[in-house]
C-alpha cells in the first residue's frame, strides 16, 4: 500500500499567522491519465470531514481561499495564508491513485 | 446540492451484523462510484470499501475483506454495506462518499457503529 508520511504531526499556529502542512507519498501519485489524486481533508471537533483540496491543488466549493495545495510527484503541501480560529483540527492527506485508498497520519492544527 | 444520508448504525455484539445505508440526492447517482469511509474513536481515516456506479465492481480494504460486503440500489439512490463478523475493532463512524477524487465530494454526517459486549 501506498505510505502517506505527514509532517509536522502537531501545528501550534497563531492567530493570523500561516501555517503549513507536508504530505510525503512512498511513491509517485501521477496517474496514467496524467492526473494526480492527492487530497486534504478537515477533521473539525463534533464535525464530520470537510474535504478542502482536490487533486493537489483543486479548492472544494466553500472552502476559503486562504487553504492551498501545491506539490507533486511524492511531495505535497497544504497551506493556509491566515490561520483563524476555526481553523483549529486535524488535516489528513489522502491518496486515490492506487487501491487502496490510504490517508496520511494525520497533523493537528492548535492555536498558540 | 450533493447530499448523503447515512443510518443504520449502533451498538452491536462481537460477532454480530448489522446493514448500513446511504441515501443519496443532487446528483446522477448511477454514473459514480461511492465508497464507505470510516473514523475510529481518537483515530484516522480508513478507506473500507468502493463500488462502481453500475454495481458491477467492487472493492474492500484487508481489514474487513470477507466480512463486509458494499451493494448499491440505483432505483432508490442508495448504497449499503452489509457487516458481518463484527469485530471491536470495527467500531466508527461509518461515512458514504462519493466518487472521493473528483469535484463535488461533500461527506455526510456519518453513522456510528459500535461494537461491544
Known amino acids: 500500500d501506498v505510505v502517506l508520511t505527514q509532517s509536522p504531526l502537531s501545528l501550534p499556529v497563531t492567530l493570523g499567522q500561516p501555517a503549513s502542512i507536508s504530505c510525503r507519498s512512498s511513491q509517485s501519485l501521477v496517474y496514467s491519465d496524467g492526473n494526480t489524486f492527492l487530497h486534504w481533508f478537515q477533521l473539525r471537533p463534533g464535525q464530520s470531514p470537510r474535504r478542502l483540496i482536490y487533486q493537489t491543488s483543486k479548492r472544494d466549493s466553500g472552502v476559503p481561499d486562504r487553504f492551498s495545495g501545491s506539490g507533486s510527484g511524492t511531495d505535497f503541501t497544504l497551506k493556509i495564508s491566515r490561520v483563524e480560529a476555526e481553523d483549529v483540527g486535524v488535516y489528513y492527506c489522502m491518496q486515490g491513485t492506487y487501491w487502496p485508498p490510504t490517508f496520511g497520519g494525520g497533523t493537528k492544527v492548535e492555536i498558540k | 446540492e450533493v447530499q448523503l444520508l447515512e443510518a443504520g448504525g449502533g451498538l452491536v455484539r462481537p460477532g454480530g451484523s448489522l446493514r448500513l445505508s446511504c441515501a443519496a440526492s443532487g446528483f446522477i447517482f448511477s454514473s459514480y462510484d461511492m465508497s464507505w469511509i470510516r473514523q475510529a474513536p481518537g483515530k484516522g481515516l480508513e478507506w473500507v470499501s468502493v463500488i462502481t456506479g453500475s454495481g458491477g465492481g467492487t472493492n474492500y480494504a484487508d481489514s474487513v475483506k470477507g466480512r463486509f460486503t458494499i451493494s448499491r440500489d440505483n432505483s432508490k439512490k442508495t448504497v449499503y454495506l452489509q457487516m458481518n463478523s463484527l469485530r471491536v475493532d470495527d467500531t466508527a463512524v461509518y461515512y458514504c462518499?462519493?466518487?472521493?477524487?473528483?469535484?463535488?465530494?461533500?461527506w455526510g454526517q456519518g453513522t456510528l457503529v459500535t461494537v461491544s459486549s
Open positions: 462518499v462519493k466518487d472521493f477524487n473528483w469535484g463535488d465530494s461533500p
